[in-house]
């Protein structure tokens, strides 16, 4: 088809505004940009030790039934997490992974003429969506250790009241943890416009005690499938608050955006607990592991409560080529951006022999 | 948690203003309300025919590695639909179904006190959009025959200049189709600032020949693999459109919102024509079956392009009463809700038993 006019459609000014950048280059990309056929992949968080087998056999029976759509309410799944979660179905919205859940709480809470409020160098697909949806971004810094400046965000939110204060936790990149006592004395000390948006992805490796719990008026909670569980391919996530906030995002979701099957893999997953608690274990092994290995390389490394660890190389240069050595060698990671944990390599925990060879390869690169 | 405030928080205005209702009731809440073990799912225009073997083995073999995001940039299965609809692999964008797609061009162009223009009755899933988005919708009749008033588009197009002209095609609840020349008719003559979004979900069983075709700055052609693919349930999607819009959404899109196993199922899926085919030919018998069926029972039924046939019940009250009583004899169909098509029913073509089935109901129904 032709027309006599070839105009440009304009999209929204905000729209318009954003630089075609991709916010993250896929390993997939960097496979076929470097020509690899192969990578050992731990550069993304996800679980190397897969979903449970119980999931993985529930999905495989569905499969042929892949022609229905999924259930728009997600019932059994939201009955089973509202069980686990202590709270009504009605505080439960299922969504295709964090961003997604994350995307309808800055696009009904933010917009333009509003800001939000997060460290610099969190996790980047925050600010995307502020930026995608017409909101400013206000940050703070972490402490130079890389944990979260809780006073800071306080300091902050009560001068600029912010739609939503974002605080991934525990956080990625750094791996840090903010245990409840501080994330409830922000809660409190927050303008009482605002909302808290707090993304605890990898919450399951946290220390479980002193996890926040339970529902706040102003209190949206995130949790996934895709880190301790094994199944980010699936996309499928949950968000946890009150009935009325829960409501906004039901009026405006994707009613049936949620793979069948990821719904399905969720719930068998779900109950299969002993598996994610394993996995659990074994991560917390492999963060040692990757500690000491720092350690015998005279680099410094952050403690984590994820199933990753940063560790230091003394300026972004140096991080930078690190990556980009290990990249050459079929070894994929990622680096945190800003400072002050710029001069870190991020390196997610994988199988025994994953460490192994991750080991020899830093080895290798850290003596060149 | 509580807080000594307890606030509502206020989402967006043209958020908070939309009820809180359910844009269309899922089969399984259908199932839960009336205490069903099982239904005949003939109301949601899935293929009970399922999915490609050969996708579903492709899926089988990979779900061990559900613990990786799919690729961000869908490449492969880009490449493959880019190479068949003659253009770039830039002129693609995949996503988690139509629905999806239809959320970001809304997104991109529609919003406060922007205007969209659409058939009243049509695929309901672009009004909920228009609305979530803050737009205001204006629409046009439905010619009695149940067609797309093409001339009315214009007209009202021409009066209003809306951002975005919608057109199912073929047309969703009708059936109805528009063929190549009246859609470049439509084309040329809108206001040169409109886009034309056209959903093409059922393009599979309409006739290819006169099916509209290529790139235009000024179309967007969305096309999903939940229909004549038959995987609903693995939400996946792409539209065609030029560099510069598809460009548009990358930088607005969930980067890893796609299920990876679904992209993995859709190449197979693709790479796998002749069980479409063989799909396309067999709801080809059964529309004829159901028109059959219709005359014998004394009602009208529009000739229908896709996988679904709407049979003329004289009346809304008597259409909603033949979908009650088939809902309680555990029958799932569903019906138009605007004039000129809400005295009609729209029935999916099933399996051969499936629709055996179906006629043993309706004409006890239509007896009664």
Known sequence: ???????????????????????FI?????????????????????????PSPSAVAAMAAELPRVCRYGDPESYDLREALAARAGCEIE????????????????????????????????????????????????????????????EALIERACALHPAIVYLANPDNPSGTFV????????????????????????AEFAPQ????????????????????????G????????????????????LQYGV????????LAALQDDGYMQGVVAE?????????????SLGHKSIASHTNFVCIDFGSAARAEGVVRTLMQRGVFIRKPGMPPLDGYIRVTVGTPPERVAFATHLRAVSAA
């Open 91 to 150: 505080n439960i919205c299922v969504g295709a992974g964090i961003d997604d859940l994350m995307g309808l709480a800055v696009r009904a809470f933010v917009g333009p003429g509003t800001l939000a409020l997060a460290t610099r160098g969190t996790y980047p697909t925050f600010a995307y969506h502020v930026t995608g949806y017409g909101g400013g971004l206000s940050t703070v810094d972490y402490r130079a250790n890389g944990s979260i400046a809780v």
């Open 209 to 232: 005690d002193v996890l926040p719990a339970g529902i706040d008026p102003r209190l949206v909670r995130m949790r996934t499938f895709s880190k301790a569980y094994g199944m980010a």
């Open 26 to 50: 896929g390993p997939e990309e960097l496979m076929r940009e470097g020509g690899h056929g192969s990578l050992l992949r731990l550069g993304a968080n996800e679980s190397n030790f897969g």
């Open 259 to 266: 793979n069948r099957n990821a719904q399905i893999g969720a």
């Open 234 to 253: 699936a996309r499928i996530g949950y968000a946890i608050s009150t009935r009325r906030t829960i409501e906004t995002f039901q009026k405006i979701r």
């Open 283 to 295: 991560v917390a092994r492999g963060r040692d592991e990757y500690v000491r290995l720092a350690d």
């Open 179 to 202: 245990s409840r006592p501080h994330v409830e004395a922000l809660l409190e000390a927050m303008p009482s416009q605002s909302l808290l948006l707090l993304d605890e992805a990898y």
């Open 1 to 23: 088809m032709k027309t006599a006019r070839e105009p440009e459609l304009r999209a929204a000014p905000h729209i318009e505004a954003i630089p075609p950048t991709i916010p």
